[in-house]
């Protein structure tokens, strides 16, 4: 018989954050480690690093009063929590997206052949942070993906608006290597190697 999976980080946080809205009541860490194991789940031995974590990301609200710990979280709070992480998701989208026309006009001035090995470099490397940076965006917007469906989907139209924009990017990448080579008679790897282009330079997926 195949042992059951436990549950992951965000689903024994999701199950915590319930505690809280259901009751909305005010507990200490004891009251938790009693509730959490019994009613959602959750592991014992987690149930402090869990609770930390929500701390941490302001999704619930901790305060000292004489030698005790209290923990509380309403659903306004955990709600507006989310909407500053997706806005600033947003935000950091929308600075990719205005980066990658400015590559792709870099790109145009290019292709009337001036010939600057450190530029077209430079443009490649900042196109592999923007693809690094893209799928960083697609790693945090998927950690939020039970929080908000609406927002969340909104974001990832904005990231297939951002795929395109680096589709381009590259097409005007394979148009400046088709220019070179009618004009030079260059290879593809001659030319990969003067523009320090990788071998494995491709659209992406």
Request: hydrophobic content about 35%; aromatic content about 8%; glycine content about 2%.
């Amino acid at each position: 018989m195949s042992k059951k999976k436990g549950l992951s980080l965000e689903e024994k946080r999701t199950r915590m954050m319930e505690i809280f809205f259901e009751t909305k009541d005010v507990f200490q860490l004891k009251d938790i480690e009693k509730i959490a194991p019994k009613q959602k789940g959750i592991s014992p031995m987690t149930v402090k690093d869990v609770l930390q974590s929500l701390v941490d990301d302001n999704m619930v609200d901790c305060e000292r009063v004489g030698t005790s710990n209290y923990y509380w979280a309403f659903p306004s709070k955990a709600l507006n929590a989310r909407k500053n992480k997706l806005d600033e998701l947003k935000k950091q989208d929308s600075e990719a997206k205005q980066r990658k026309v400015s590559l792709e006009k870099a790109v145009e001035k290019a292709k009337l052949g001036r010939e600057d090995t450190k530029e077209r470099s430079s443009l490649l490397k900042e196109l592999k942070a923007l693809r690094e940076e893209k799928t960083q965006l697609q790693a945090d917007l998927e950690k939020y993906r039970e929080c908000d469906p609406e927002v969340v989907e909104e974001i990832r139209k904005t990231n297939v608006v951002a795929k395109e924009a680096v589709s381009r990017w590259t097409d005007n990448v394979f148009a400046i290597k088709s220019w070179t080579k009618k004009k030079f008679s260059f290879d593809d790897s001659r030319i990969n190697k003067a523009f320090g282009i990788p071998e494995d330079f491709d659209y992406m997926d």
